[in-house]
């Protein structure tokens, strides 16, 4: 996804004719990409523990213990939840982290 942006400049004698030490404001427009947002998403198993699955998610997502718990209900009832969300360059060693674990997680 890009998102355009307007960024004011300062230029400062480069036109032509201007005298010297007048300053000159322009606009540019500026195409900025944007990191596209995924989520880590754990899903249920019949290994893990309640309790192992929220001390993981405490470690390795900064979890506080009750949105822990909240999301391995989600799992647990669900098969599935979205644990965390950012850019893929930030989750991807968090999903390693989980499979280490040997918890079951996917960035989507």
């Known amino acids: ?3 355009k942006m307007k960024m004011k400049m ?3 004698n480069f036109i032509f004719n201007q005298k010297p030490d007048t300053e000159t404001q322009y606009e540019e427009d500026v195409l ?3 990191e596209e947002l995924q989520n ?6 019949d290994v893990n523990t309640f309790d192992f699955v929220i001390d993981s998610l405490v470690e390795v997502c900064n979890h506080d ?3 822990a718990e ?3 209900f989600l799992v647990h009832y ?3 939840c979205a644990v965390k969300k950012g ?3 930030k989750l991807r060693p968090l999903c390693e982290a989980l499979l280490e674990r040997g918890l079951t997680a996917t960035i989507e």
């Open 1 to 3: 996804m890009k998102k």
């Open 10 to 12: 300062m230029n400062k």
């Open 32 to 34: 900025v990409k944007e």
């Open 40 to 45: 880590i998403v754990l899903y249920n198993d």
């Open 65 to 67: 213990v009750i949105q």
């Open 70 to 72: 909240q999301c391995t």
């Open 78 to 80: 669900a098969g599935k």
């Open 87 to 89: 850019t893929y360059k």
